[in-house]
């Protein structure tokens, strides 16, 4: 068993993480391991918000973006009909190199949201954190996604996972630092463009499943057991998240290279803290449902179980970001945070 | 909204809270508060194990002895069928002045266990912990049970609470100290009394039910929902507890003062330490069930739930306890965590 806090990032502790030193976790999991040279991770959310038909063309012109010099090491898609009823692709895309993405991103930036487009909305949502902000977990070692597919592989077993608090004590940060959030967000409007400045420790989550591999019975608990409890834990979030510290929720069906949908999702939400997305994960009926349905689905296939669940966490400095949308509707993204100051 | 740790008690910190300090928890909870000069409780559990016709002569024998000079602050009395089908009736008195007790106790605990019961055989459990290593928690503040009975009063609105960790949050001594197991239970035999001297930082709680308010649809779903799930957790702990370090668990039935069941209920229990009950209440697919039964049952009722839900939780040091046994079945409280050095 190993420390999901890399040697190298280790610290001398103020904070003391939540378990004793002998903690043995019920269950095997796994995080990405990063080569030590990687300072920073870049995650970048190209979005398209449309209604009706599905706007080839401007998904092709990012698709052509990243695969431009300095492009990212790895990109994926999704889809969602948010709130309001449009629809959104989001493109995803992974840096190691911070370099790298500086070199690229800003005549994509002018790209993708320095132009009007009809009846499109573009956005960008970036953050850029130390590694030492951000940690994944995942439930088998051999299929990285998100960010992942940038490291250099997972670790062993690792030991802080399984209980409350394991989230927050993966974040090396978490040895120093309690994440506080400072400050709120603002509207800063830039003609067309708005772009939103949040706040220290703004918190983002990627959590992710995968029942691609799963059979029968397996993936009929999985549709019929699990996925409506955690719909309605999502729809919680996106419709009602703002009182409780999310900003923003996209539970997210992830689009196989062809366009067509996968069997993989995700929800993606902005959280004003670690803090924030702790509370609602603990003590909150509709994540109390969802755990619960994840807890049973589990223990009725034991280590049998053929559905692969990973999330990744970052936890960033006002510095790391960067929120900017087009023509897209005032309750995307984070434009919802500032909602009341743009009326 | 105060601490639930009392002013005299703040020490400077070298461990963190679980919650940042402008947490407010979703509903409120109270906690006892002792009068600043009581530096310890004591809470005596005198137990009488049977089958058959209740042991009154022996019962009242106790009450005799409790209520002689020198005697608790407050008693009250429960009963269960343990896991071999033994009926127990434990008397649990609760003394706020140490000196008192050690006074009352050394003849006290000669005419309990120092004489031979045809077909009976009667134990004494005791902590005696400053109060730094102890923290209640009350749904409401106008019903004090246990040891809260003996206190001053109760708090205010307390901040922590409704949070895991909250628990931990609660104990004065958390604020500097880990609280981490040391040693391992052993038995000492004296003639026909077993004593088993635990160790460092061991933990007890006794976690509380009382529907005698509740009427008809909230009657009907505490019992019909809730009821069932707490025992199967309950019978969980008393049976396959010690693999999680619960040494011994009892689901207790309160008895009225003429002896007839009450609608009051507890589970009463002692564990390795504080951090394995924590994990046995966060992640136990037991728990996790009574909890999620819990959530549903308040958030169906709202502010008008008339269910009453308390606990007292102790981390003793090793010099605060004492626990013999005379005739008892080697499964019987603390006796099962040293079964196999005794066999």
Redesign the interface.
Do not use: I, N
């Given at each position: 068993m190993e420390s999901a806090i890399p040697a190298y990032l280790e610290t001398m502790r103020t904070?003391?993480k939540?378990?004793?030193d002998d903690?043995e976790p019920?269950y095997p999991s796994f995080v990405a391991r990063y080569k030590p040279a990687v300072s920073r991770v870049v995650m970048a959310y190209f979005g398209v918000q449309y209604r009706g038909e599905t706007p080839l063309a401007v998904l092709t012109e990012i698709a052509g973006l990243l695969a431009g010099e300095d492009g990212p090491s790895h990109w994926d898609r999704a889809h969602y009909v948010d709130q309001s009823g449009y629809e959104t692709i989001v493109t995803v895309a992974y840096w190691g190199d911070v370099a790298r993405f500086d070199a690229w991103f800003a005549p994509a930036r002018e790209a993708w949201t320095g132009k009007a487009r009809d009846g499109i909305g573009t956005f960008i949502e970036v953050l850029r954190p130390t590694v030492a902000r951000h940690e994944t977990l995942f439930s088998s070692p051999d299929r990285p996604e998100g960010v992942a597919v940038i490291a250099e592989g997972m670790s062993g077993e690792v030991q802080e996972h399984?209980?409350?608090?394991g989230m927050r004590d993966r974040i090396p940060l978490s040895q120093t630092d309690?994440m506080?959030p400072g400050g709120a967000p603002e509207l800063i409007r830039d003609g067309a463009r708005l772009r939103v400045t949040a706040h220290d420790n703004l918190c983002l989550i990627r959590s992710g499943q995968d029942w691609s591999d799963t059979e029968s019975s397996e993936r009929k608990l999985y549709l019929d057991d699990v996925e409506p409890v955690l719909r309605e834990g999502m729809d919680f979030l996106r419709d009602d998240g703002l009182g409780i510290g999310c900003y923003a929720n996209r539970y997210m069906h992830v689009l196989a290279a062809d366009g067509s949908a996968s069997e993989k999702s995700y929800g993606q939400s902005w959280w004003k803290?670690l803090?924030a997305l702790?509370?609602w994960a603990?003590?909150h009926?509709t994540h109390?449902?969802i755990?619960?349905a994840a807890?049973?689905y589990l223990?009725t296939l034991g280590p049998s179980a053929k559905l692969r669940l990973y999330h990744e966490v970052t936890v960033a400095a006002a510095d790391e970001q960067f929120f900017e949308y087009r023509n897209c509707h005032p309750k995307t993204g984070m434009l919802a945070a500032v909602e009341t100051v743009s009326a």
């Open positions: 904070r003391h939540r378990v004793p903690y019920p399984a209980y409350w608090g309690a506080a803290s803090a702790e509370r603990e003590s009926p109390v449902k755990f619960g807890m049973k223990s």
